[in-house]
């Protein structure tokens, strides 16, 4: 309310000149000024009109001021994100722009404090969703530094919102990080709202492939095909970073190495000059760029007396095998021979009506056609 006053020069009469927003103000007989409308600020923050006091003498004397009205802000905005859910991605093992990651974004509609943001990294205590996103799952950094170490490893700059990686990362550790970020603007009292900030890290080929089999074999068999051994191996990484591949890297005519699967066979039959021990460097690499590779010493024993064992068992559980089917009478070999002995039947017995039925018409005699039909039942029977 703003109250103009004209003296006490004989009865004043106030009234409001005023282009358009004449409607928007009264002014009562004592020259107080009051509103009309509920004022937006965000919407319009100055109306100016004229105030007159015109006295009731004859003739009448008057005088005009120009009124200016200013309209204060109240913090009726919240902070408001670019977006709800922030997504980046961090090479592990390296920096952006010195720890940069991004700035993240935030307009407030209200003037002065009420528009001045703060930002903080919470983390939340629910999954990683806008579901999860409310102040009862939002966990701060100086209240669980040991709960949640993770959050450590970022802070974001409260004023700019520039978020930031404090250390290298390391995604064989972590590999998605997800947070509250939070945006306070400081009116009193302040508001706030919240945004969902996800890090994924991308891999780089930074692990070596570990062989974890067993690289002492006897051998057992000595047909050609055999399966000597499998090499196995693991590789921490991602991808093609950990997608391996295994060599032997001497030349050998004896063994041969499955490239993608490690696995290891006699490439022919044993001959007598191979029955002493051999010594095979195996080669295991990533698909990373640039690769990554390990090699082992693989040690083969063959001697006679493991290969005579080895051949008289697999003799016994071919002989096993076979005693199975004799046993249980219907093996799945037994089972499709007797499906063709049936199929082979049930064609002749087709073709032998097929021909009844035509011999039947040139005979032209009932009789003979019955004889020979009977004749036919009866070798069938
Ligand atoms: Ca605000
Ligand atoms: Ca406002
Ligand atoms: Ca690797
Ligand atoms: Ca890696």
């Known amino acids: 309310m703003i109250s103009i006053f004209a003296g006490n020069n004989g009865q004043i009469k106030y009234r409001l000149i005023t282009r358009n927003d004449a409607e928007l103000f009264r002014i009562d007989p004592k020259g107080k000024i009051t509103t009309l409308v509920q004022f937006d600020r965000e919407k319009r923050d100055i109306y100016e009109f004229i105030a007159v006091a015109e006295d009731s003498g004859s003739p009448s004397l008057s005088s005009a001021i ?32 010195k720890h940069l990651i991004a700035k993240i974004n935030v307009s407030d509609s209200d003037q002065g404090e009420n528009s001045k943001i703060e930002y903080k990294l919470a983390s939340l205590t629910g999954e990683c969703s806008l579901q999860a996103l409310t102040p009862s799952n939002f966990l701060f950094p100086n209240k669980i530094a040991n709960l949640n170490p993770a959050i450590n490893n970022f802070w974001i700059d409260k004023t700019s919102g520039e978020l930031n990686a ?45 062989i974890t089999s067993n690289m002492t074999v006897y051998l057992q068999s000595s047909l050609a095909g055999s399966h000597v051994t499998t090499i196995t191996a693991k590789d921490l990484d991602d991808k093609e970073n950990a997608e391996l591949s295994f060599r032997i890297v001497q030349q050998s005519d004896l063994f041969k190495i499955d490239e993608r699967q490690g696995f290891i066979y006699l490439a022919r039959k044993l001959e ?3 029955y002493h021990t051999h010594l095979l460097t195996i080669n295991v690499s990533d698909n990373g760029k640039p690769s990554l590779f ?6 083969i024993f063959i001697d006679a007396a493991t290969i005579n064992r080895g051949n008289a068992q ?5 002989m096993d ?18 499906g063709i002995l049936t199929f082979i039947f049930l064609i002749a017995v087709i073709i032998s009506l ?7 018409r040139r005979f032209q005699d009932t009789s003979k056609c019955n ?7 009866k070798f069938y029977s």
């Open 371 to 377: 004889n020979f039909i009977a004749y036919f039942i």
């Open 166 to 210: 404090r250390d290298t990362l390391d995604r064989e550790q972590m590999n998605r990080y997800c947070f509250a970020v939070i945006a306070m603007d400081q009116g009193v009292p302040s508001l706030n709202s919240s945004a969902l900030l996800i890090i994924d890290i991308l891999d780089q080929n930074d692990n070596v492939p570990k």
């Open 294 to 299: 390990v090699t082992g010493q693989l040690r």
């Open 272 to 274: 007598t000059s191979d």
């Open 354 to 360: 097929f021909t009844a039925v035509i011999l039947c």
């Open 314 to 318: 697999d003799y016994l559980s071919f």
């Open 321 to 338: 095998k076979l005693k199975t089917v004799e046993v249980n009478g219907f093996g799945p070999d037994t089972l499709l021979f007797c």
């Open 66 to 97: 120009n009124v200016k009205i200013i309209v204060a802000d109240e913090n009726d905005n919240y902070p408001k994100f670019e977006q709800q859910i922030f997504t980046f991605s961090l090479l592990e093992n390296s920096y952006i722009n």
